[in-house]
């Protein structure tokens, strides 16, 4: 097939949104699907464009795929306001890709979502050609932007709101992460049978258990004796990860107890500077680390914390998930009863759970990992990934349906989610 993928993000970002887009367009490609991709030049976690990639447009091929590449706004402080234009940016600078390429013919355009409303840039093409689009959900931005009050101005967001309604109804079918998000867009209007769930992966040829002794502790300066709390991921503001730092202030008496901190974001300097404020000897933040070494760098911990604000309920999965259980680490999940996020990790035993924003909670949760109370919690973490998780199954399974309907040309209905 010839597939048209457009979305901001693109490897070789290591994380979120562009590692899997990238690792999805490359299997595409290795199966013998001519794919182009319009995005971005690399940016993300750390809200900086690469200093190779810097300039304006430029193209290249990377694992077989055709990557064009456009330049847009990259703020350095991330406000509501500022990604609203960064992305708008993106999208008017991709204009110049998009021109030509509604006279050309695709058997399948992808949008990645978000941004919500690249999906209006591909809608002409279907308009025009009749080609399918599929809009594929990772994070419900309209609905995160008003419960997390990134965006406080009601009319801009009811005005978000009915473009990414109308939006939903218009594109051929919709893919999204979790079964959580497949209620909350069925709510928007959108017919469940249009819906496809298509929950993001690990690769289990570099993510996998790793012995405490071949794990990144000793490169690190830890030793067998010494506790590690970590939080790796995205340092940004769904996370609430000022929690962390006070709970590390509330556990200075538990002997050789380090928080560590892995990662890039908009909040990380503001974290690290609280940090500073409160003399919190105990916690220690490091960059990004190499995509090979992440198995022995999850492996170090003896908790995994995967925390979320209550408002960002079934809004976003927690993609640092999936590795976690891939390593069968901990989980220390803060999730509220009755969101998707909550019922599969207490239904398949992959780690605790506790409320989210409640620092008692979140304390105790430690302290009773930390002394093995709560060690049956996680007993199911590494058999559901390897069960369920699995890149290639969930690529082939996806890409299956993919050919099926572009070739009837039909929108899905036909297919069980």
């Given at each position: 097939m010839r597939i048209l993928i457009y979305g901001i993000n693109y490897a070789p970002e290591l994380t979120g949104i562009g590692k899997y887009t990238g690792e999805m367009a490359a299997h595409f490609a290795s199966i013998g699907d001519e794919v182009e991709v319009i995005t971005a030049p690399p940016y993300y976690p750390q809200w900086k464009v690469k200093e190779e990639y810097r300039g304006g447009y430029r193209q290249e091929t990377i694992d077989g795929v055709r990557v064009l590449r456009c330049p847009l706004y990259v703020p350095t402080e991330v406000?509501?306001?500022?990604r609203i234009l960064h992305e708008v940016s993106f999208v008017v600078s991709s204009l110049w890709y998009w021109l030509p390429r509604y006279f050309r013919t695709y058997d399948l355009i992808l949008c990645i979502s978000p941004p919500f409303h690249l999906g209006f840039v591909a809608l002409p093409h279907k308009w025009i050609h009749g080609t399918p689009v599929i809009n594929h959900i990772q994070d419900l931005q309209v609905d995160a932007a008003r419960d997390l009050e990134m965006i406080r101005q009601e009319g801009l967001l009811q005005l978000l709101e009915r473009a990414e309604r109308w939006l939903l109804r218009q594109v051929t079918a919709i893919s999204t992460i979790s079964t959580g998000m497949v209620r909350k867009i069925v709510k928007k209007g959108v017919n469940r049978e249009n819906i496809v769930l298509f929950p993001n992966w690990v690769d289990q040829n570099l993510v996998y258990p790793v012995s405490r002794e071949a794990s990144a502790r000793s490169d690190w300066g830890f030793t067998d004796h010494d506790?590690?709390?970590?939080?790796?991921?995205?340092?940004?503001?769904?996370?609430?990860?000022?929690?962390?730092?006070?709970?590390?202030?509330?556990?200075?008496?538990?002997?050789?107890?380090?928080?560590?901190?892995?990662?890039?974001?908009g909040a990380k300097s503001r974290l690290m500077a609280m940090a500073e404020e409160m003399n919190l000897d105990n916690v220690v933040f490091k960059p990004l680390q190499p995509l090979k070494r992440l198995a022995a760098s999850l492996?170090?911990?003896d908790v995994h914390l995967v925390l979320q604000k209550k408002a960002a309920a079934d809004l976003v999965m927690p993609s640092k998930l999936t590795n976690i259980l891939a390593v069968g680490g901990h989980a220390?999940?803060?999730?509220?009863?009755?969101?998707?996020?909550?019922?599969?990790?207490?239904?398949?035993?992959?780690g605790t759970t506790i409320e989210p924003e409640d620092i008692n909670a979140l304390e105790k949760g430690i302290r009773e990992i930390l002394s093995g109370q709560r060690a049956a919690d996680c007993r199911g973490a590494h058999a559901f990934a390897a069960k369920n998780l699995d890149k290639e199954n969930i690529l082939l399974g996806f890409r299956r349906i993919l050919t099926l309907d572009t070739?009837?040309?039909?929108?899905?209905?036909?297919?069980p989610s």
């Open positions: 406000t509501g306001v500022r506790r590690i709390v970590l939080y790796a991921g995205n340092l940004g503001e769904k996370q609430g990860l000022e929690d962390v730092l006070f709970v590390a202030e509330r556990l200075r008496d538990i002997p050789n107890l380090t928080f560590l901190i892995i990662g890039e974001g492996a170090a911990a220390l999940v803060t999730a509220e009863a009755g969101t998707t996020l909550h019922d599969v990790v207490s239904e398949h035993h992959l070739k009837q040309h039909t929108s899905w209905k036909s297919h």
